[in-house]
């Protein structure tokens, strides 16, 4: 048994910048702040982290009340923003989860630093969200570490005889093959999202490619033989 924890954001779709509009929607229109957001990284942090930075920059308070408030802001315009900005499904995706998802020797989970109901809006807006019995979120860490401990808890609570070296973590940015070092899973980079496969490769992935495109390649991956890695 295999277990393969996925990132959503540039791993498996492209949001078309949707989580953004709708984070900067809400502060618009819930707390009258206007201002154009800059010098806030998203790609591979936690919705909790750039959460606090755009409290910062906004010089909101960091409250528990705020953030409730702000996350459900967010959710109730980022199917909106869905719809509008034009997403899509990254190559590959439907099949690879399709083929995964038919076989009891594959546990497939969510490891990503979306709010949990952020991930469920994108996840059922492209229609993958039939494919995750479970998932570690960013609601609560800031850092991704974190995030990756609970996956691997969340994992152990199902599987109580995995091993770490049975689970994948798979994302698209240095952050994600970090994380899934430091629970001693192995890891498989893909360039679909903000990071190029040069930028990747220094991270030294267990395996790296292009995209998801190639089914019986990713799965031969995860089956514990390593064809070779795209160049
Ligand atoms: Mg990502």
Known sequence: MTVLLFDIDGTLLHAGGAGQAAMELALAEEFDRREKVHGIPTAGRTDRAISAD?????????????????????????????????????????????????DVHWLLGLLTGNFAEGAALKLRHFGLNEHFGFGAYGDLHVERNDVATIAWSETQ????????????????????????????????????????????????????CADLADTEAILDVFRGALPKMAK
């Open 157 to 208: 609570r199902r599987r109580p005889l995995a091993l770490p070296e049975e689970v994948w973590v798979i994302g698209d940015t240095p952050a994600d093959i970090a994380c899934g070092r430091a629970i001693g899973a192995k890891t498989l980079a893909v360039a679909t999202g903000y990071y190029t496969l040069d930028q990747l490769k220094i991270c030294e992935p267990d395996f790296l």
């Open 54 to 102: 755009l409290f910062k920059f906004h010089d909101l308070a960091l409250t528990d009340e705020n953030i409730e408030k702000f996350k459900r802001a967010y959710f109730q315009r980022l199917p909106h923003a869905l719809q509008n900005l034009g997403g899509a499904v990254l190559p590959g995706v439907p099949d690879l989860l399709s083929a995964l998802s038919g």
